[in-house]
């Protein structure tokens, strides 16, 4: 099973800043089928990256995916107040499907 | 567009089962799967398995083979995860979500509740 860490588990940001959210898989995620999902409370996840970098249908270009392998990172170029909430990775080219475990965006 | 609608909130006893509908619509059926994953209060998201809409064919997560069956109905579109043996720290929001290798479009969610 593919475990997925995601670093740091709390970001404290203000609007318009930049974000950088980290995951880290313990063993190379094939063919980069990894995703990124926003969830806000209440609601259910929205993907925003899937293929490491390709963004989803609607998703603004202010959210950006890059890495390979083992390391991936999503980037939230300048804070939008919509934005802050947690942020969940996900690998879905091995069985298991799994997900890291969260990164919250709060507001500073 | 794209939708899938989700059964209302349950309320089962410990030992009880529970079968939980997602209706799809806007899109061709049979051409996806269907994922559930499921989020207990306050934690992250637990894939929990899926199930290919074209031939039934299904994978579960190791933890729950033999307590979960994922079953679809091409004839109204809907797929179905049924969870037995039910036990407190199955409380959880269960999700369907179209599976296109990530999950693109997500019902809103189940709340189940196991309390005696």
């Known amino acids: 099973e593919i475990v997925l860490t995601q670093s740091p588990g709390t970001l404290s940001l203000s609007p318009g800043e930049r974000a950088t959210l980290s995951c880290r898989a313990s063993?190379?995620?094939?063919?980069?089928?990894l995703a990124w999902y926003q969830q806000k409370p209440g609601q259910a996840p929205r993907l925003l990256i899937y293929?490491?970098?390709s963004r989803a249908t609607g998703i603004p270009d202010r959210f950006s995916g890059s890495g390979s392998g083992t390391d991936f990172t999503l980037t939230i170029s300048r804070l939008e107040p919509e934005d802050f909430a947690v942020y969940y990775c996900q690998q879905y080219g091995s069985s298991p499907i799994t997900f890291g475990p969260g990164t919250k965006v709060d507001i500073k | 567009q794209v939708q899938l609608v989700q059964s209302g909130a349950e309320v089962k006893k410990p030992g009880a089962s529970v079968k939980v509908s997602c209706k799809a619509s806007?899109?061709?059926?049979?051409?996806?799967?269907i994922s559930w994953v499921r989020q207990a209060p306050g934690q992250g998201l637990e894939w929990m398995g899926w199930?290919?809409?074209?031939?039934?064919?299904?994978n579960y997560a190791q933890k729950l083979q033999g307590r979960v069956t994922m079953t679809t109905d091409t004839s109204t579109s809907t797929a179905y995860m049924e969870l037995r043996s039910l036990r407190s720290d199955d409380t959880a929001v269960y999700y369907c979500?179209?599976?296109?290798?990530?999950?693109?479009?997500w019902g809103q969610g189940t709340l189940v509740t196991v309390s005696s």
């Open positions: 063993q190379s995620v094939s063919s980069s089928y």
């Open positions: 806007g899109y061709t059926f049979t051409s996806y799967g």
């Open positions: 199930i290919s809409a074209y031939n039934g064919n299904t």
């Open positions: 979500a179209r599976r296109r290798g990530p999950n693109d479009y």
């Open positions: 293929g490491a970098s």
